[in-house]
């Protein structure tokens, strides 16, 4: 199976605001290019990820990717979903498409094989969720098609994603795991990352 898989940078001067009281903006910026080399390794290390694209509208974020041959869609300023799919539109034809939060600090090589397993088992079209450790957020999504369901990401978008994919008739996986359900969002996330990982 061909796979693109898509990571959604914000603009750094915003990263990570709600850990400003723990983290400074110059140490919130260091712990998401940490991250982002962690993801990037992850994938480039799993064979059926042909291809990597960061989306972003962040210039040292593009530069940086750059300098590590890794392809980026500048994201227009409408929002993740809309920058989201309009990077679908803009990459070369995939059997599926691996969307990769960039604050998924703790995922590992087993994560996104599995999450691959998982879509590749399935009927197609199928959708594979990972939820975050609380069960509302989507730290992972795999879609095959590409365009099997629209993005829902921001508040309850893992019972949003489900929907969406059961509405359209795709078959939903859902992929649990305590590395790829931490994102860090709180001052708990960073906390639980610092005494795990």
């Not at 991250?35 to 962040?58: N, S």
């Not at 530069?63 to 409408?78: K, L, P, T, Y």
């Not at 879609?143 to 795709?170: N, T, W």
């Not at 795991?177 to 639980?192: A, K």
Request: proline share 5%; with cysteine; net charge negative.
């Amino acid at each position: 199976m061909r796979i693109v898989a898509l990571i959604p940078v914000k603009s750094l001067e915003h990263v990570k605001s709600r850990l400003s009281e723990t983290l400074d903006l110059a140490h919130r910026i260091q712990l998401i290019e940490e991250t982002l080399r962690r993801l990037v390794h992850v994938l480039r290390a799993e064979p059926r990820v042909e291809r990597i694209v960061v989306v972003t509208r962040d210039a040292s974020v593009t530069e940086w990717m750059h300098s590590r041959a890794i392809d980026v869609v500048s994201e227009s300023g409408r929002g993740l979903n809309a920058a989201l799919a309009e990077a679908r539109d803009a990459i070369t034809p995939c059997e599926a498409l691996l969307i990769l939060p960039a604050d998924v600090a703790a995922v590992s090589a087993h994560d996104v094989a599995a999450l691959i397993d998982a879509a590749e088992t399935a009927a197609c079209p199928a959708v594979v969720i990972a939820p975050d450790r609380h069960e509302h957020g989507t730290n992972a999504l795999l879609l095959r098609p590409p365009g099997a369901i629209d993005f829902s990401f921001g508040p309850d978008s893992c019972r949003l994603h489900i929907a969406a994919a059961e509405h359209s008739g795709a078959q939903v996986c859902v992929y649990r795991s305590e590395s790829l359900g931490l994102d860090l969002d709180l001052p708990e996330d960073y906390e639980l990352y610092s005494k795990q990982w």
